[in-house]
Nanobody
Framework: QLQLVESGGGLVQPGGSLRLSCAAS?????????TGWFRQAPGKEREGVTC????????VYADSVKGRFTISRDNAKNTVYLQMNSLKPEDTAVYYC????????????????????WGQGTQVTVSS
């Protein structure tokens, strides 16, 4: 069974940091799957945050998180990470990881329909 499981969410104060993890089981991410992180705030559409190529050599970020968030992958652990620094209240959302059957992120990296596999999400709350 192909599965993605996120972890690492929680409550953090503005300016703080969190690291999210996305562990894959049932398939190998590094062979053919670019992996993205999306987020969905209450009452809003799910939006793309970042994506990393299957090799880890290519990354892309939404303008709202550039310079604050970093995506990385450890292929030996079949896991993708999202390091989030300088968190703001507007970063509050449920964060989802997703895998798409392409090696690169490409021009449609932030389009939900281009991803085949999704995790269940992890809540991130930024509040004082």
């Amino acid at each position: 069974q192909l599965q993605l499981v996120e972890s690492g969410g929680g409550l953090v104060q503005p300016g703080g940091s969190l690291r999210l993890s996305c562990a894959a089981s049932g398939f190998t991410l590094d062979y053919y799957y670019a992996t993205g992180w999306f987020r969905q705030a209450p009452g809003k559409e799910r939006e793309g945050v970042t994506c990393i190529s299957s090799s880890g050599g290519g990354t892309v970020y939404a303008d709202s998180v550039k310079g604050r968030f970093t995506i990385s992958r450890d292929n030996a652990k079949n896991t993708v990470y999202l390091q989030m620094n300088s968190l703001k209240p507007e970063d509050t959302a449920v964060y989802y990881c997703a895998a798409r059957p392409f090696r690169s992120c490409g021009g449609f990296w932030n389009t939900k329909i281009s991803y085949d596999y999704w995790g269940q999400g992890t809540q991130v709350t930024v509040s004082s």
